[in-house]
C-alpha cells in the first residue's frame, strides 16, 4: 500500500528547505484532501492558520477513528505512525507551532507506547524542538468532531459547539489550530515527497457481510462492482457509509466518489463502507444503528438528544408490528426535523440512515 | 452585592463600589472609585451594573488564564482502572494537584463511557454491538456473555470480579465480531471462546 510508505524524513527535510509558504502552495496545488470526510483542502487550511495573528499556535491530530464500520487510521497507526508524525512536524512547522497533540481513541490504547517511542525516535532524528503529548480519550464518539476534541483537551465535557469561529482562528486554549485526521497527515510527507502522488488514493475500511473484510486501498471513481470483488462479497442488498453516511442499494456499476454518494442522498464520510447481504432486513439494522446514536449523542442540543430516543421508539414499533403509517411519516418528518437543527455534524447525519432507508428500502418497513 | 459607601480621607468625602469575592478559601474586597458626590438613584444602578461586568470580565479572565494545561484524561483513567471508578479522595487529590475544582473535575470525567462513579467490575467485558459486528453475530455473543455471567447489560456480578457492557465500534470490523476486556482486544470472539476466557 502507498500509504504504508516510509519517507524516512525526507519530506522534512524537504520542507525545510522550501519554507513554510511554498510548502503550503505545493500542498494545495496536489490538492491534498482531507480524509475525516469533510474533503476540505489540507494546505488551505494550514494557510488560514498560518495567518491567523497570536502568540501561540496549536496542531492536533485527530485519531479519534469513531465511525463504526471504519479502521483505516488503525492500520496507519499500526503500521506507519512515522509518517504521521513526520505529516505533524510538517504541519507544526508550516505554521509555526510549538506545541502538537496526538488525539487517540481510548479504545486505542494498546497502540499508545508504541506512538510515544516513535514519537520520541523522529524527535530526535529531526532534532526539532515541536513537543508532540499523545492525550487518550475515554470513550466519546462525538470527540471525533474538531471543537469536541479541543472541549476534551481543555478537560471539559466533550461538546461540540457551533461554528464559525473555525479552529483556524480560534481553537485549542482559543488559540489558531490545526485539526487533521491521521490519514491526512500521513499522506503529507508523500504528496510532498512522491511525484506520482495523486489524491484519488483513499483507504478504504470494508466490512459486513463480506468474505475478506479489511483496509484497502482504493481509488476513488471506482466502480461498487469492483470493490465487492475485492470484498469478497455476495448477494448485496445494500450498502452502508458506517453509521452516520446512510445507505444506498447495492449496483455493481455504481461510480464511488463522494459526488455521486452525495447524489443519492448518503455520504461517503471517510470511505467506510458496510456491506448488507439480501438475506437482512434494513430494518434491523436501522434499529441497530439508532442504537448506537441514541447512545453517542452527547446531549448538548435537543434535537439530537431527545429525537434520537423518538427514532428507536418509532422503529422498535414498527418492528412490533403496532406501526401504521402515520407513524412512518412521523419517523421521516423527526428525522427530517433532526438534520436541519441539530447543532453539530454528528447530529445532522445520525438520521441519515433512516431517510435514506425509508427511501430505497421503504418495504423493509412495512 | 455591591454598595456604596463614603468614606471619609483627611477630611474630604469620597465615595467608593465595594463588592466581596470569594477566591478558593479567601474573600477579596473589590472596591471602585466613584466621584466626591453622591449618585442618584438611578445613576448607582447603572453604576453597579457597570462594576459587576467589570469584575465579572477580570475573574472569567483570570480564570481562563489559570486554567491547567495538563490533560487529566490519563490520570483519571489510572485512577479508573485502580479503583474500578472514580473515587472522591482521588478526585480531591487531583484537584488540589493541578488546581481544577472538583466539580469541574467530575464533570468532564462523567461524560465519558469508560470513567464513571459507580464501582465496575474488577474484569470489564465490553461488547461490542456496532452494525459490522451485529451483522457478525455480536448478539449471541452478548447472549452468551449474559448467560455465562448471569448478569446484563450495564451490571456487575456479585463477587465484584466481572462488568458487562455494549460498547461503540472499537474498529475491529475486520475481524468481527469484536470484544474488549479490560481495554484489551479480543476478535473472532465464538461462544467456545468466550466460555474459555469469562472462566
Redesign the interface.
Known amino acids: 500500500m502507498k500509504i504504508l510508505q516510509k519517507t524516512n524524513l525526507e519530506a522534512w527535510k524537504k520542507v525545510n528547505g522550501l519554507g513554510a509558504d511554498r510548502t503550503i502552495e505545493l500542498l494545495k496545488k496536489k490538492g491534498l484532501t482531507g480524509r475525516g470526510g469533510a474533503c476540505f483542502l489540507t494546505g488551505l487550511k494550514w494557510e488560514f492558520t498560518r495567518k491567523a495573528k497570536s502568540d501561540e499556535k496549536f496542531v492536533i491530530c485527530n485519531a479519534d477513528?469513531?465511525?463504526?464500520?471504519?479502521?483505516k487510521?488503525?492500520l496507519i497507526l499500526e503500521n506507519n505512525p512515522e509518517n504521521v508524525i513526520e505529516g505533524i512536524l510538517i504541519a507544526s512547522y508550516c505554521i509555526d507551532s510549538k506545541q502538537a497533540y496526538i488525539y487517540l481513541r481510548?479504545?486505542?490504547?494498546?497502540l499508545k507506547e508504541r506512538l510515544e517511542k516513535t514519537i520520541k525516535k523522529v524527535l530526535e532524528d529531526t532534532k526539532s524542538e515541536i513537543k508532540v503529548?499523545v492525550?487518550?480519550?475515554?470513550?466519546?464518539?462525538i470527540c471525533g468532531d474538531e471543537t469536541a476534541i479541543i472541549a476534551?483537551?481543555?478537560?471539559?465535557?466533550?461538546?461540540p459547539h457551533f461554528k464559525p469561529p473555525y479552529p483556524p482562528q480560534k481553537g485549542l486554549?482559543?488559540k489558531p489550530t490545526v485539526i487533521n485526521n491521521v490519514e491526512t497527515l500521513a499522506n503529507v510527507p508523500l504528496a510532498i515527497v512522491d511525484k506520482d502522488w495523486g489524491d484519488n488514493l483513499r483507504l478504504f475500511?470494508?466490512?459486513?457481510?463480506v468474505a475478506k473484510?479489511?483496509?484497502y486501498e482504493i481509488e476513488i471513481g471506482t466502480k461498487l462492482g469492483e470493490i465487492a470483488k475485492i470484498a469478497g462479497a455476495k448477494d448485496i442488498k445494500a450498502l452502508?457509509f458506517g453509521?452516520s453516511g446512510g445507505c444506498i442499494p447495492y449496483n455493481s456499476n455504481f461510480v464511488v466518489s463522494a459526488d455521486h454518494v452525495c447524489k443519492e442522498d448518503a455520504m461517503l464520510g471517510a470511505c467506510?463502507l458496510?456491506f448488507?447481504s439480501k438475506k437482512?432486513s434494513i430494518l434491523d439494522?436501522a434499529i441497530?444503528?439508532a442504537?448506537?446514536f441514541k447512545?453517542?449523542s452527547?446531549g448538548k442540543c435537543t434535537p439530537c438528544r431527545e429525537g434520537n430516543v423518538h427514532v428507536l421508539r418509532l422503529l422498535e414499533k414498527i418492528k412490533l408490528g403496532e406501526a401504521n403509517e402515520k407513524d412512518l411519516a412521523l419517523l421521516e418528518k423527526l428525522s427530517i426535523v433532526i438534520r436541519d437543527t441539530a447543532l453539530c455534524g454528528l447530529g445532522q447525519s445520525c438520521t441519515n440512515h433512516v431517510l435514506t432507508a425509508l427511501k430505497y428500502f421503504r418495504k423493509d418497513f412495512k | 452585592m455591591s454598595y456604596l459607601k463614603k468614606v471619609n480621607i483627611k477630611g474630604n468625602d469620597y465615595f467608593y463600589l465595594f463588592h466581596t469575592v470569594r477566591e478558593g478559601d479567601k474573600f477579596r474586597k473589590l472596591s471602585k472609585y466613584i466621584g466626591k458626590e453622591e449618585p442618584s438613584k438611578e445613576e448607582l444602578e447603572k453604576l453597579k451594573e457597570d462594576f459587576i461586568r467589570d469584575i465579572q470580565g477580570k475573574i472569567l479572565v483570570g480564570i481562563?488564564e489559570e486554567?491547567?494545561?495538563v490533560?487529566?484524561?490519563?490520570d483519571?483513567?489510572e485512577m479508573q482502572k485502580k479503583y474500578g471508578c472514580l473515587p472522591e479522595d482521588g478526585v480531591r487529590k487531583l484537584s488540589k494537584k493541578i488546581k481544577?475544582p472538583v466539580i469541574?473535575?467530575y464533570?468532564?470525567?462523567t461524560?465519558?463511557?469508560?470513567?464513571g462513579v459507580r464501582k465496575k467490575g474488577k474484569n470489564v467485558v465490553r461488547i461490542c454491538?456496532?452494525?459490522?459486528c451485529?451483522?457478525n453475530g455480536s448478539l449471541n455473543v452478548l447472549e452468551e456473555a449474559k448467560k455465562i455471567l448471569g448478569i446484563d447489560v450495564d451490571e456487575s456480578t456479585k463477587d465484584g470480579k466481572f462488568s458487562l457492557e455494549?460498547?461503540?465500534?472499537?474498529?475491529?470490523?475486520?475481524?468481527?465480531p469484536a470484544i474488549?476486556i479490560n481495554?484489551?482486544?479480543i476478535t473472532g470472539v465464538t461462544k467456545a471462546k468466550l466460555r474459555e476466557l469469562l472462566r
Open positions: 477513528e469513531g465511525e463504526p464500520g471504519t479502521f487510521d488503525k481510548g479504545e486505542y490504547h494498546y503529548d492525550i487518550e480519550g475515554a470513550g466519546a464518539y476534551s483537551i481543555e478537560n471539559r465535557r466533550g461538546y486554549f482559543g475500511s470494508l466490512s459486513g457481510d473484510p479489511g483496509v452502508y453509521a467506510s458496510i448488507v437482512r439494522l441497530n444503528i442504537q448506537f447512545h453517542e452527547c | 481562563m486554567k491547567p494545561r490533560n487529566i484524561l490519563g483519571l483513567r481544577m469541574e473535575i464533570s468532564a470525567a461524560f465519558y463511557s469508560m470513567l454491538n456496532s452494525p459490522s451485529y451483522l455494549l460498547t461503540s465500534c472499537i474498529g475491529c470490523c475486520d475481524k468481527a474488549m481495554g484489551e482486544l
